[in-house]
């Protein structure tokens, strides 16, 4: 069954995309009750024709109009570059503050930037997403605004539920949840890249080095959050004494795995503010 409610996007690249799939697998949202908004218009054809999502207008004033008029909720799923333009075309737009409110997947943007631009007419919440959504697994985090209520947050947490994980975050925390989920999947590919390349190199096909390293990858995963126990720990039950794999952790080790890992997360994080503090 669906919510009721009709949700638009600024925005359709990958991430939009990425929600939108989610929300019709979910059953969250018919395709009716979904709008959508963006600079291409092939993108616009793309959502249409393989989407059936109608409800499409192009950018600019006009078509954000178009949404504000008819959305209980507008999803801002646009780069950080890009913000300060179209908050002021949406500014001065009739938002209905008792009946909408927008989502905020914009990377660095805090929310209290958003609503002094539209100058508090419209309650906002945060969230963080990442890619994985299309099948279902994502991992997000979501932070309301000063003027979001537990409902909207609440609401918000129980769409993006639907594509995955969520976590309810102080909103000083929401940029380190984007350095771990936001960007993880790339790092995590890059791992099965490397693990498949090293199959190969010891003579396994490619497709089944790669499946053989995804789905590794997948179940070691699943141990984790299914087992509760600390990673550690099923790392220490994998390497026997004087086994292949203790050789293995202690090559990574030797090349600074953990370490490199950890300095990944927090460039990550600091590249982000970098980015939003040149966008406001």
């Not at 699943?222 to 220490?236: F, S």
């Not at 086994?243 to 950890?262: C, D, N, P």
């Amino acid at each position: 069954m669906t919510l009721g409610k009709k949700i638009g996007f600024i925005g359709a690249g990958q991430m939009g995309e990425a929600i939108i799939r989610g929300l019709l697998h979910s059953g969250l949202f018919a395709s009716d009750e979904i709008y959508a908004v963006d600079a291409s218009s092939s993108r616009l054809e793309y959502l249409k024709d393989n989407l059936k999502v109608c409800n499409i207008a192009s950018d600019g004033k006009k078509g954000y109009k178009y949404l504000v008029d008819n959305c209980d909720i507008v999803v801002f799923s646009i780069k950080p570059q890009v913000l300060k333009e179209v908050l002021g075309s949406l500014k001065d737009l009739d938002w209905d503050r008792e009946k909408q409110f927008v989502i905020s997947i914009v990377g660095g943007i805090n929310t209290s930037f958003i609503e002094k631009y539209l100058m508090d007419k419209v309650p906002v919440v945060r969230v963080i997403p990442n890619t994985p959504m299309l099948v279902n697994a994502g991992a997000s985090g979501v932070a309301g605004g000063k003027t979001a209520s537990e409902e909207h947050t609440e609401l918000t947490l129980k769409i993006f539920g639907a594509l995955g994980l969520t976590f309810h975050v102080p909103e000083n925390l929401i940029d380190s949840v984007m350095a771990i989920s936001g960007c993880g999947p790339a790092y995590i590919y890059m791992l099965i890249e490397a693990m498949a390349d090293g199959g190969v190199e010891l003579g396994i096909p490619r497709n089944i080095a790669q499946t053989l390293a995804a789905q590794t990858v997948m179940g070691s995963a699943k141990m984790v959050l299914e087992t509760g126990e600390h990673p550690g720990r099923l790392k220490d039950n994998v390497c026997s004494p004087g086994g292949s794999t203790i050789a293995g952790v202690r090559t990574l080790e030797q090349g600074k795995f953990r370490g490199t890992v950890m300095n990944a997360v927090e460039a990550g994080k600091t590249k982000m503010e970098e980015v939003a503090e040149k966008s406001k």
